[in-house]
């Protein structure tokens, strides 16, 4: 028998009975009602645990090896466009920025091994309003492009490596500019083995936000947040595999509560490999390393969503 049409019923009964017999039909519906509590209980739906959120993530800069400080210094600056952080050099490293965006070079004891056509890595795209302008400035300080420009539909890219071998690219884009300006970092590349792998990561593990599927495959942009935007190229066959003590680059991303991301990193499987005071370190599917740091809220504020 259905429970709540037994229980209709012994109400109608009870309706329709003599004061003096209620109390055998009271006692009747409170066995009903325990029954139909019953019944329901049992066909309850299980309550989903709530999703858990993202943590709250900015792009800060970068942190990038240095065999030698003073060369690396003179090539972000008088190539890429940087300019030092007052008071920010030490016997160790040094902090030169580019709009909002912040680079530290730290002394290393051997050069980077990464090969930029086929390994993971992160780098600066930088544009510039003259190649040939860079390439000279280039060759001045005895380096040289690691690829022949390359033309696309926003305009010629070229591949370079620092002193320390780590690579970057800057680009002239189309149309010329018709007034030269300084070197502007315009977004943080992300060279990985697995877009889909990536795209996990970065947007539901680290809380960033897709702009466009469609753009260029296999590039996809990350929505701005923090100093520079992230953009996912999908072409690395060999993980990142560099020590600590190679130079390499590392990507530096502030939380405004650095236990939260902590704990939201450990919920979702993201391996810690290492601590300090005041960061963590991890890594994202194809190797590269990413340092978390703890900032102050009110510095915060205007970068982190």
Known sequence: MNSQCGFRGIL????????????????????????????WAVR??????????????????????????DRSTDFYRGVLGFQPVAGSRSPDQVRLASGGLEITLRKTARLSTVDPDQGAHFYLNVEVSDLATTVHELERRGLALSAPPRETAIGYFASLRDPAGNAHQVVERKPRSPRPFPPRVFNLGIRMASMAAALDFYCRDLGFEVMWKDH?????????????????????????????DAARVVLVLDAVDLASALESAGRRGLKITGR????????????????????PRSAAADSIP
């Open 12 to 39: 109608r009964d009870l309706e329709c009975t003599p004061i003096k017999s209620q109390g055998k039909v009271w006692r009747a519906a409170a066995l009903a009602l325990a029954f139909l509590a019953q019944g």
């Open 276 to 295: 300090g005071e005041g960061y963590a370190l991890l890594a994202d599917p194809s190797g590269n390393p990413i340092k978390l740091r703890q900032v």
């Open 44 to 69: 309850a739906e299980p309550v989903p645990a709530p999703v858990q959120a993202p943590p709250r993530l900015a792009v800060s800069g970068l942190e990038i090896g240095a065999l030698d400080l």
């Open 216 to 244: 260029a495959p296999p590039i996809i942009p990350l929505k701005p947040q923090g100093a520079a935007p992230l953009i996912l190229f999908e072409g690395a066959a060999v993980p990142a595999q560099e020590g600590a």
